[in-house]
């Protein structure tokens, strides 16, 4: 009987590991644009809403509003941060609302960077309604990481 090497197998599959390697290193990158962070010039914070509003997104608003000016007092100061609660049906809020496009109550994070403008939806304070502090400690700790350029 032969003796079949196992030289080309083992060559293969390092070959096949080396390549996926290489491969997964950009895509990384790319999904993780806080690998390279830019200075951040401003971020914004805004309470979107409807002028009649349920109570949860009262409380959206009052949490987001005490989250701001209890751990970002400075920055508000400066106006590196700038928070309101914005009304989406009145006419003086258009161009603000044209910026954002809420589609409902939510928090929006602006952020202005040397790369331009980015704006996200954060969805996640929802689920934390029921627990003020964790509110509160999630969305600083949101801001503090847009404050420092992380985007992810």
Request: hydrophobic letters at 40%; charged letters at 25%.
């Amino acid at each position: 009987m032969k003796k079949i090497s196992s030289l080309p197998a083992f060559l293969l599959i390092l070959l096949l590991g080396v390549l996926a390697a290489g491969c997964a290193t950009p895509v990384e990158s790319i999904e993780n644009p806080g690998a390279t962070l830019a200075e951040v010039e401003k971020v914004e914070v805004y309470h979107f809403h409807a002028t009649r509003q349920c109570t949860s997104c009262i409380v959206l608003g009052e949490y987001t509003e005490e989250t701001v000016n209890t751990y970002f007092a400075p920055e508000l100061a400066s106006g590196r941060i700038v928070f309101a609660h914005v009304n989406v049906d009145l006419p003086e809020n258009r161009e603000i609302v044209e910026k954002y496009r809420p589609t409902g109550s939510s928090i929006w994070i602006g952020v202005y960077d040397g790369d331009g403008f980015h704006k996200e939806e954060d969805i996640k304070v929802w689920y934390r309604l029921g627990d003020r502090d964790e509110y509160m400690t999630y969305l600083k700790e949101v801001i503090e990481k847009r404050l420092a350029g992380d985007l992810s």
